[in-house]
């Protein structure tokens, strides 16, 4: 199982300011690799598929990159509503895993 | 606009089972993947199992294997999960989500969810 490992495990930003997340894998995953945003008491959004691709909807201002092993997802300028939490997935490699998630809490 | 739509979901004993139900709508369901994942009261997501648009592919986590099943019903729209052997650590709210291909990977909309309690 290749275990998908997130950091930091909570990232404290003020809005407007970068945002930047880090996923490690412990195998090559390719480019097969996908980030969401959840709130509480809401289902997973895609924000990032295929390492980079934006899912339909998704502001300019979340990017992702990295291949391999490493992978990082970018907020631009973190606005109110993307206070959340964050996890990647891989889907390389059956099973599917997830990181344990990154929250982006207010500083 | 796609939806999906859970349900099936309750309080049952150890040992006992349930069969969860997605309804879905929106897409062409036949030409995409579907998949479930769950999580536990105050924990991350976990990966539960996928299925290929005709059914004839499924996969599952090693937390499940062997006591899940899932399984689609092209011509109603419906995924569902069979969960028999239901054991505390399978308490979660489980979401069916719609797949980026015809192929199992990863999802691009979800449910919902329903919450599966599993106590005596």
């Known amino acids: 199982e290749i275990v998908m490992t997130q950091s930091p495990a909570t990232l404290s930003v003020s809005p407007g300011e970068r945002a930047t997340l880090s996923c490690r894998a412990s195998?090559?995953?390719?480019?097969?690799l996908a980030w969401y945003q959840q709130k509480p008491d809401q289902a997973p959004r895609l924000l990032i598929y295929?390492?980079?691709t934006r899912a339909t909807g998704i502001p300019a201002r979340f990017s992702g990159s990295g291949s391999g092993t490493e992978f990082t997802l970018t907020i631009s300028s973190l606005q109110s509503e993307d206070f959340a939490v964050y996890y990647c997935?891989?889907?390389?490699?059956?099973?599917?895993?997830f990181g344990q998630g990154t929250k982006v809490e207010v500083k | 606009e796609v939806q999906l739509l859970e349900s099936g979901g309750g309080l049952v004993q150890p040992g006992g089972s349930l069969r969860l139900s997605c309804a879905a709508s929106?897409?062409?369901?036949?030409?995409?993947?579907m998949s479930w994942v769950r999580q536990a009261p105050g924990k991350g997501l976990e990966w539960v199992s996928g299925?290929?648009?005709?059914?004839?592919?499924?996969y599952y986590a090693d937390s499940v294997k062997g006591r899940f099943t899932i399984s689609r019903e092209n011509s109603k729209n419906t995924l569902y999960l069979q969960m028999n052997s239901l054991r505390a650590e399978d308490t979660a709210v489980y979401y069916c989500?719609?797949?980026?291909?015809?192929?199992?990977?990863?999802?691009?909309?979800w449910g919902q969810g329903t919450l599966v309690t599993v106590s005596s």
């Open positions: 989500g719609k797949g980026v291909y015809s192929y199992d990977s990863t999802a691009d909309y």
């Open positions: 929106g897409f062409t369901f036949s030409n995409y993947a």
């Open positions: 299925i290929s648009d005709s059914g004839g592919s499924t």
């Open positions: 195998q090559s995953v390719s480019s097969n």
């Open positions: 295929g390492a980079s």
């Open positions: 997935q891989q889907y390389d490699n059956w099973p599917r895993t």
